[in-house]
């Protein structure tokens, strides 16, 4: 989902000099570090997101706030940083959630500090917009059955739904981020 920042100026330059590569990340992981390179690993992108890169060709920076903990990141970030692998132009870079406090509190979800967060920026180090927690149709899902589920069940649904979709929801809400 397209998220609005909260007021006030980041350097997201410095920031991302401050990020960790994706592959660094993953490497450094405590938590699920296998899981993080098998989804990457098995990750295939749709005919129709290379097509969409392919002429476009400008450089594009997602500032990732995430965690390695975090199921919804280890469903997506894999799927967008082989497509940055892929491309070429397309870069991503991760910010521990915990470490960067005041730039998380600048794109709550719901009063919370939902993760993860891409934020597309362009060869300025401008942000063009910011996406997460997770794919539109999964959070209103998600949303109606906070309360009508265990989470453990919700979970459940949650991966099936990432297993079939395969990041193409993912793909697409952060690409229209870019011009």
């Known amino acids: ?14 920031l ?6 994706y592959a660094r990340f993953v490497t450094e992981a405590e938590k699920n570090r296998r899981l993080w390179a098998d989804v990457y690993r098995l990750a295939r992108l749709p005919d129709w997101a290379i097509a969409w890169a392919e002429p476009r060709r400008i450089p594009i920076r997602m500032l990732v706030i995430a ?3 975090c199921g919804d ?25 915990d470490e960067y406090p005041s730039v998380m509190d600048r794109y709550l979800t719901a009063g919370t500090r939902s993760i993860p967060i891409v934020i597309a920026l362009d060869a300025d180090s401008s942000e063009m917009g910011a996406w997460g927690p997770r794919p539109s ?17 919700r979970y459940r649904e949650v991966r099936r739904w990432y297993a079939k979709d395969r ?3 993912t793909l697409r809400e952060v690409l ?3 011009p």
């Open 16 to 21: 991302w000099n401050e990020a960790l590569p």
């Open 73 to 97: 990141a280890v469903n997506t970030l894999p799927i967008l940083a082989k497509f940055a692998d892929v491309m070429g132009a397309v870069e991503v870079r991760v910010l521990r959630r």
């Open 1 to 14: 989902m397209n998220r609005t920042p909260s007021p006030g100026a980041l350097d997201f330059a410095q």
């Open 176 to 178: 229209a981020l870019v």
């Open 137 to 153: 149709p999964l959070q209103e899902w998600v949303r109606a059955h906070k309360d009508t589920m265990t989470k453990e069940d």
């Open 67 to 69: 965690e390695d903990w």
């Open 167 to 169: 990041g193409a929801t």
